[in-house]
Nanobody, 117 residues
Framework: QVQLVESGGGLVQPGGSLRLSCAASGFTFSMYDVSWHRQAPGKVRELVAR???????TYADSVKGRFTISRDNAKKTVYLQMNSLKPEDTAVYYC???????????WGQGTQVTVSS
């Protein structure tokens, strides 16, 4: 069955780094655009970074220069390298895969990232 499984979240001090991973199964990962979203308590879910199936990337202004999204189609995995973390980066981070031409999309279950001293 289709699965997106996030990992790599945790507690980190301000200024620290984390690398999130999202492992896909059950669908043709290489044909999908993949993105990371986050949702903080009491806030709406927001797009953090996206990587298209052709490799082009986009970032939210709040994370530009600090976060890097990448993908390994052979491993069916997308990564989010997060550096210079700030308390306002605290949220549940979700992986999202979509193939808009066919109106198909999948969400992962989320992984908690907490930035605190």
């Amino acid at each position: 069955q289709v699965q997106l499984v996030e990992s790599g979240g945790g507690l980190v001090q301000p200024g620290g780094s984390l690398r999130l991973s999202c492992a896909a199964s059950g669908f043709t990962f290489s044909m999908y655009d993949v993105s990371w979203h986050r949702q903080a308590p009491g806030k709406v879910r927001e797009l953090v970074a996206r990587i298209r199936r052709v490799g082009t990337t986009t970032y939210a202004d709040s994370v530009k220069g600090r976060f890097t999204i990448s993908r390994d189609n052979a491993k069916k995995t997308v990564y989010l390298q997060m550096n210079s973390l700030k308390p306002e980066d605290t949220a549940v981070y979700y992986c999202f895969a979509e193939r808009s031409l066919y109106n198909v999309a999948y969400w992962g279950q989320g992984t908690q990232v907490t930035v605190s001293s």
